[in-house]
């Protein structure tokens, strides 16, 4: 029988609705393997929605704030809870992401295990490696992860991957998919996981796996170690994608852009979603195009940058062409329109300027400075992979393997890229500050903060969080109709 597969809560049940599957005369799975895959590329596109995945990793950082300006943004608390860290098992945006997290992984199952026709060795190798992408997200922030075989009906409960059983999975998927799959320069519209997308996911994994292994104690608490093989396996595969051309960027913005050329590893498939989501959910009403006046950086981040520093930004230069009004990077100050005119907040009917400071909760709609990425006159396909952070998690490996030296020489060339001025020293602070220099607003601060140990610290608007809120908490509903599942510490 023909239909379409996802998967519903944790019991990760059929629901019939995204990928194209066949049931065999004996009643086994037998789904045509190069359709499903096709569905698992597409189903990246959830990953560009302003809420649910995304918003785990960058509303819960110190790097954006959802300010609730009026009532506009309120959603019954739902952004306050990230930010603040008060979210708790029923949150809607923590069970969202936990089940499209966990379709994902059964979709690239099937694929696997499709036998009409069955996988090519190198759609097999494709499929690990977004397997391995997804179940990365499910391990990195719930701390463990449900799995199913395709031909388990719904009255089997998932077996549960401890977090270090899951890291061990999720590498040998890399390793495994490495061989077969294709070698793949830099381009604007590379879609297909290729050798550089998985040796760049296995830097990731080597770099934070002091993280995922360290144990956990009943607070909470987690103490990461960095062990020196695992720090040489970062720079190993860093190189590797080096090996296959990637290198910086000349124009910051043009990574963003159709113009992108020599650091986008793995992108969204057109029509997989959009990055328009990225300037609409930030940008004022009365800007062309007009915005839902959403999201702001917070002052403390926007101070991390110098003068000079393009990715700070680049004032717009209106002349008359559509979108032209709208600078790059943050938008500052006064806000013209694409006719250089002062465009004027329909909202208090006062020039429409831009001030550094936000709050949570009674946010004027000109508070907090905005974040163009993704620019409306030239946006790009949105990025999963890209070469600036290969390139800064092998300057990290470098420094905490104690070669300060050549980790300092691989950040200043980046930051010349960038035309900041040279690094005199290098400590964690000042990585970290590099890191978020160079990946705001790329989904990656979460991850990098846990890693450096400033995750629970005090910033705008959230005091000093409990060392649990490293992980979230398995949804309640999760919970409720899995009895494999444990409750992670703390909630």
Known sequence: MLGAVSVACTDLEVDEVESIVTESESGQFSGNAGEILETAYNQLGALTDQANVYSLLVHTSDEMIPP????????????????????????????????????????????????????????????????????????????????????????????????????DFIINDLEEALPDLPVTG??????????????????RLYLNKGVYMAPIDEQGSLSPTFDQADMAKVVEHADAVIAD?????????????????????????????????????????????????????????????????????????????????????????????DDGEVIINSRNNLPLAYEPD??????????????????????????????????????????????TGEALTVVNELR??????????????????ERGRELYWEGIRRVDQIRFGTFTNTWNEKETTEPFRVLFPIPQQAMDSNPNLEQNPGY
């Open 245 to 337: 051309g990637y290198a910086l960027e000349q124009d910051y913005y043009d990574n963003f852009s159709v113009n992108a050329q020599s650091e986008l590893i793995l992108v969204n498939r057109e029509g997989a979603g959009d990055a328009q989501n990225r300037f609409f959910m930030t940008l004022h009403y009365d800007h062309n195009p007009s915005g839902w006046n959403g999201f702001s950086t917070l002052a403390d981040f926007y101070s991390k940058f110098e003068d000079g520093d393009i990715r700070k930004g680049i004032e717009a230069t209106p002349d008359g062409t559509e979108f032209s009004g709208i600078g790059r990077g943050f938008l500052t100050g006064q806000q013209f329109n």
């Open 358 to 403: 936000v709050v949570l909760i009674g946010a004027d709609t000109d508070d907090g400075y905005r974040a163009i990425k993704y620019h409306p006159a030239d946006k790009g396909r949105y990025i999963q992979l890209r070469y600036g952070d290969v390139h800064l998690m092998k300057a990290e490996a470098l420094f905490r393997s104690g070669q």
């Open 186 to 203: 830099p381009s604007a519209t590379n879609d297909q996981a290729s050798k550089a997308a998985a040796n760049a996911m296995l830097a």
């Open 416 to 433: 010349q890229a960038r035309g900041a001025s040279d690094l005199p020293s290098l400590d964690e602070t000042t990585l970290l500050d």
């Open 68 to 167: 609730t300006r009026g009532t506009d943004w309120g959603d019954n608390g739902v952004w306050r809870l990230l930010h603040s860290h008060n979210w708790d098992p029923t949150h809607q945006y923590v069970l969202n992401s936990w089940n499209q997290l966990n379709s994902r992984i059964f979709t690239t199952n099937q694929v696997l295990a499709s036998t009409s026709p069955a996988p090519t060795p190198q759609q097999a190798a494709e499929a690990k490696f977004l397997r391995a992408f997804y179940m990365w997200h499910v391990m990195d922030l719930y701390g463990k992860v449900p799995f199913r075989d395709v031909n388990e009906g719904a009255e089997v409960d998932p077996r549960v991957l401890t977090r270090t059983e899951a890291f």
